[in-house]
DNA sequence: CTGTTAGCGCATTCAC
DNA sequence: GTGAATGCGCTAACAG
């Protein structure tokens, strides 16, 4: 069972004097002789007094809590995100109420409402990856609930974002690539309907523009294709692939695999970036070379921005672009520099 | 600005009725009459009413709400466990309160300290790598809030465990390494101070003993060590290791490594067992045979037990141990199977 | 300086 | 059936 906590009413009656004195002493607002207050604040001490903050939300309308909602748990990434999240949250003083919507949109719904109903003082999300319904969105606005979008873009959604520069880190990843002679390069692209794979594709067409090279259709695949595998190693045997760009690391072991099995060696013979730098890139072997999208950085700006959102409603709404790294590992060929 | 949800006096003013009609109507409880009662829900409807959670909170004492405290986000084992907890807290319509000690015992007090302060229903935690002090979960047991240690034990905490039967996971993985004719098994070990690193150690010695082979000291290596490189290469090249098994999957990794440059073959001539199924296990090659802890069902486990203890404090106080899954993948050697 | 009053939103007595 | 009263724990406005 639950114990009763010590309450500012039983350290008002032990001292013959009414909870708003206690209150006033613990609070240090008010006036209270000094006598008193150092009786109080022994006695609050010696009872081991903790203020009930479900209390305090009544009155103040405030919670002293962030809702999130993340599309899953389990990808690298959005651990980091979290963990971004909370090392600004704690430290603030803010607690954090999770929920995540398992890329399903009609789960992402309930979560919100369920954040909505526990009267979260902000909210950081991520949408997920079917969107075609927004009145969720719009009823944490119409609710005046600050919101800040992290990592995935909707033209439909007004407010503010903290997105990663999809489109400079692809652009930068095929551009070395181009750098270091590639002709023909691969693109293996993410889920539609998704702002980072269309950004992505952009970075890679930008970046083949940029060293004079044509866009060749059937060196960009989908990863969701089903006959995906079949077409990488056609890519790889007919088209006289040497590079390669794709949406995501795993989708880059699936080349390694296919490179093994067709003798094909990397760097050699061909060069692989993939992004997102997951944890396993250094542990594989060739290690991979890939784009660091800082998403523990992404994460604590987001929840920054929030903040300064929930304490100045007038804060710019601003969609703020993440710089990515770009990681240069064993998977690329090196090119004798001429010094 | 926040602005001002609809509340129960809202309608009833509305409706020129009192907030206990409104109450009545909308909680089934007691007698309404059915004129009033379908009058009250569709003006609650229509004006898109919903109960603060908050008041209900004050004058239940109860917040519908877990605590959940880990050591860090960023590790997949955690990530999963966490979704693990997440799967069955939401369908039974808890919140969870989300905060982390970093493996840093000050940070895990000042994380219990918070919880209790929020009132939450319950709390599931990991303890930190380094633990000494028990005030702050005596603290917890004596506020009446259900508790529930997952993954790591300690003798010194009476209270619900949901652990990972780590004695019998590295039992099963050692005791492979023997029938597959391995002679010299080295162990790597975890970090002082954990019961895991513990009972995985007490597993190897088992299995070794149960095939009548002796314990070599030489063999045993700890992973906080920092001359540990070295030692591992004494062994791979001295002591005519022919089988690993490791603490975690980044250990067995650095055994991979180091077969490389010494050109030991994987697993023709080195057996390694990880621990974990890191998902890169699956990615490396040769791909790693590891001891899979079941981490989502883990988190599901301790959040039922959890959930039981809140709404029945009589529940039995036990130690839940989850059964590992031995994955056996590339880097065991295969051995004729006489038919 | 300190006590009284009131109210945050709700559910639960107890009268009528 | 329904309204009035009470209180969860706390703060703030107003008296004194």
């Known amino acids: 069972m639950k114990k009763k906590r010590i309450s500012i009413t039983d350290i008002a009656n032990a001292l013959q004097v009414t909870p708003s004195t206690v209150s ?6 008010g006036k209270v002789s000094e006598k008193k207050r150092l009786e109080i604040i022994s006695l609050a001490k010696k009872l081991g007094y903790r203020p009930n903050p479900i209390a305090k939300s009544l009155l103040a309308n405030r919670t002293q809590t962030i809702g999130l909602i993340l599309p899953e748990f389990t990808h690298h990434f959005y651990s980091r995100v979290l963990a971004g999240i909370e090392s600004i949250t704690s430290k603030a003083g803010y607690q954090l109420l999770i929920c995540t919507s398992n890329e399903n949109q009609n ?5 919100t409402l369920t954040l909505l109903d526990a009267r979260v003082d902000g909210i950081l999300a991520t949408i997920s990856k079917m969107n075609d319904k927004f009145e969720h969105i719009q009823e944490v606005m119409d609710s ?7 990592d995935r873009f909707s033209e439909e959604i007004e407010t503010p974002y903290v997105i990663s520069d999809d489109f400079k880190g692809a652009f930068s990843a095929v551009d070395y690539l181009c750098q270091i002679g590639c002709k023909n390069i691969l693109h293996i692209k ?8 269309f950004n992505r594709f952009m970075g890679y067409k930008e970046a083949l523009r940029k060293h004079n090279m044509p866009l060749k259709e059937e060196l960009v695949l989908e990863s969701s294709d089903p006959k995906l595998v079949e077409k990488i190693r056609l890519c790889l045997t007919r088209h006289q692939v040497d590079g390669a760009f794709t949406y995501s690391d795993y989708l880059a072991f699936e080349i390694y695999k296919l490179a093994s099995q067709l003798k094909i060696q990397i760097p050699e013979e061909l060069s692989v970036i993939g992004y997102a730098d997951e944890p396993i890139s250094t542990y594989i072997s060739p290690t991979l070379s890939t784009v660091n999208q800082q998403p523990f950085e992404m994460g604590a700006m987001s929840a920054r921005y929030l903040l300064n959102k929930i304490n100045d409603p007038e804060v710019a709404l601003e969609v703020k672009n993440l710089e990515t790294k770009l990681m240069i590992r064993e998977s690329c060929k090196v090119v004798e520099t001429q010094s």
Chains 1, 2 share one sequence.
Not at 24 to 29: I, S
Not at 107 to 111: A, D, F, L, P
Not at 144 to 150: R, S, W
């Open 24 to 29: 006033r002493a613990l609070n240090g607002g």
């Open 107 to 111: 789960q992402e719904i309930k979560s």
């Open 144 to 150: 005046g609930t600050p919101l800040v979008l992290v």
């Open 190 to 197: 993410g889920p539609d309907n998704l702002s980072t794979t």
